[in-house]
């Protein structure tokens, strides 16, 4: 919960350099959700990370609306990082052979859930220095923060499916 306004106001150095961190791993998120939604194309889950993507896009666009909003730049280092970054999440770091099985399954899934979670400890450090800085939009932020808890949770789920053929045997057939 948002703590009570005390006059403080923000360390916009801090504050900027904070912000394009996550805006740097926003645009990693976005290059491993798409990464997730070929590995799971043709699948019942197909959707799941189609409709992943778009809200993850539109997050990192709204994200870096808002640093330059604040009067922030980005920093040149990061954008360079960023370049080198979607060349390699080209190759596909996580899953290079884009399957669902086995544990590179699995670590795509747990990896894709550690960013959503990342993305919610975002939402709630601008929640609690909204009181400080009227430039964040609380209810927004708010919105931002049960959006990215669902996202979790849609992941999870994938994964909570999916578990069994990557780690069980396969039922024995019947004897007769």
């Known amino acids: 919960m948002p703590q009570k306004e005390t006059g403080r106001t923000p360390r916009h150095e801090s504050l900027a350099a904070y912000l394009d961190d996550h805006l740097l ?47 922030y730049q980005r920093s040149r280092f990061k954008k360079a990082l960023a370049l080198v970054g979607a060349a390699g999440g080209r190759l596909g770091p ?14 795509e899934l747990e990896t894709l859930q550690s960013i959503v979670r990342a993305k919610e400890c975002l939402y709630r450090t601008l929640l609690v220095l909204s009181p400080h800085d009227h430039r964040f939009h609380a209810p927004r932020i708010r919105e931002l923060l049960e959006l990215a808890r669902n996202q979790q949770d849609a992941v999870a789920k994938v994964m909570e499916d999916t578990v069994p053929a990557r780690f069980l045997t396969s039922p024995s057939p019947p004897t007769r």
């Open 25 to 71: 791993g926003a645009e990693t998120g976005v290059r491993l959700f798409k990464a997730a939604r070929e590995t799971w194309e043709g699948t019942e889950h197909e959707s799941v990370f189609a409709d992943l993507v778009q809200q993850i896009s539109d997050e990192r666009d709204e994200l870096e609306t808002l640093i330059l909003a604040l009067g």
């Open 94 to 107: 996580i899953n290079p052979l884009s399957t669902g099985k086995g544990t590179t399954g699995q670590l």
